[in-house]
Nanobody
Framework: QVQLVESGGGLVQSGGSLRLSCAAS????????MGWFRQAPGKEREFVAA????????YYADSAKGRFTISRDNAKNTVYLQMDSLKPEDTAVYYCAGAWQNVLVSLVSVARVYDSWGQGTQVTVSS
């Protein structure tokens, strides 16, 4: 089993930046894809970004394009989400997730394809 632990959340003003980290431990870490999702109070969990581990190809939700950047550090078994130009509507609990099976590109935004999840980190953006 892989344990995923997020960090880096917090309170930031609108227009500010945060960098989330997701550190993995446990089994040999070689996921097919790592993703970030978020869930705001009263809303469904939604896809934010994903990165294919071997190719580093990235995928973004429309809401994240141009503002968020996903990256990974293979040596540290860590995936990052750099969030810039934050808006109050970005307020949510952010989760990282990993998939160890082959995932179709068309499904990287689908939560059910991911095998492991972290506990989440709260991001609050004030106006």
């Amino acid at each position: 089993q892989v344990q995923l632990v997020e960090s880096g959340g917090g309170l930031v003003q609108s227009g500010g930046s945060l960098r989330l980290s997701c550190a993995a431990s446990g089994r040999t870490f070689s996921p097919y894809v790592m993703g970030w999702f978020r869930q705001a109070p009263g809303k469904e969990r939604e896809f934010v970004a994903a990165i294919a581990w071997s190719t580093r190809k990235t995928y973004y939700a429309d809401s994240a394009k141009g503002r968020f950047t996903i990256s990974r550090d293979n040596a540290k078994n860590t995936v990052y989400l750099q969030m810039d130009s934050l808006k109050p509507e970005d307020t949510a609990v952010y989760y990282c997730a990993g998939a160890w099976q082959n995932v179709l590109v068309s499904l990287v935004s689908v939560a059910r394809v991911y095998d492991s999840w972290g506990q989440g980190t709260q991001v609050t953006v004030s106006s």
